[in-house]
């Protein structure tokens, strides 16, 4: 491990070479959609002998998102992310269902790095983070997507899945900020990737 906080990165790809770097064995990422990411994360660190992927790959009530497609698009998606990574195929473990239910699946203190891309509101993302935090190692890195606030999304992530309304605006950013508070934890955030940026914190 390179000690407390994580290196600073450009990118989110960038986060496959510090877990090369810090020798990460175990990966999980949450929302993968189409696998972009993940075949970045595979390519990059070849080091992984496990990489769990957890993605209900399903239209869901309550979110406003350009991703949440209906059902036969989906599965077209899913088709897409399968042979993306089918280069990797013994490291890959699929979890086709809600990040709740996955989240019963894995060991604590399991993983070594953890990616939360799933829903984008206030509420899933706090949910995210408080279910799958235990399932990190301690000296991991759990990270994300979309470090911004719901004005500068562009869409309107305001919706909570329960069907309430996040009155703040803040939807990830927020989440992340509140979590990353309560467990005492500096965010590194990425700071050349554009308008979405990637945020991480160690464990």
């Known amino acids: 491990m390179t000690g407390p906080g994580v290196p600073t990165f450009k990118h989110r790809d960038d986060l496959g070479d510090i877990a090369k770097l810090e020798g990460f064995t175990k990966g999980l990422e ?3 959609q189409r696998a972009y990411f993940s075949n970045a994360m595979l390519t990059r660190n070849p080091k ?3 990489y769990h992927l957890v993605d209900v790959w399903a239209p869901l009530e309550n979110y406003i998102d350009y991703a949440n497609a ?4 989906q599965d077209k998606i899913y088709a897409e992310a399968m042979e993306r990574v089918r280069p990797f ?3 890959i473990h699929v979890c086709r269902n809600f990040t709740t239910v996955c989240s019963k699946t894995f060991k604590e203190e399991y993983f070594d790095f953890i990616y939360v891309d799933a829903r984008h509101d206030f509420k899933g993302v706090a949910m995210d983070l408080r279910d799958y935090w235990p399932k990190l190692k301690t000296g991991g890195i759990i990270a994300g997507h979309d470090y911004i606030t719901n004005e500068e999304s ?3 992530w305001t919706v909570n899945y329960d069907g309430t309304i996040d009155l703040t605006g803040t939807v990830v950013k927020g989440a992340v900020d509140t ?4 467990v005492c934890r500096q965010v590194t955030v990425s700071y050349r990737e554009g308008s979405f940026n990637t945020w991480a914190m160690r464990k």
């Open 179 to 182: 979590f990353a508070a309560s």
């Open 48 to 50: 992984w002998t496990e």
């Open 89 to 91: 195929k013994s490291k």
């Open 154 to 156: 562009g869409q309107n």
């Open 30 to 32: 949450l929302g993968v």
């Open 70 to 73: 209906d059902q036969t698009t």
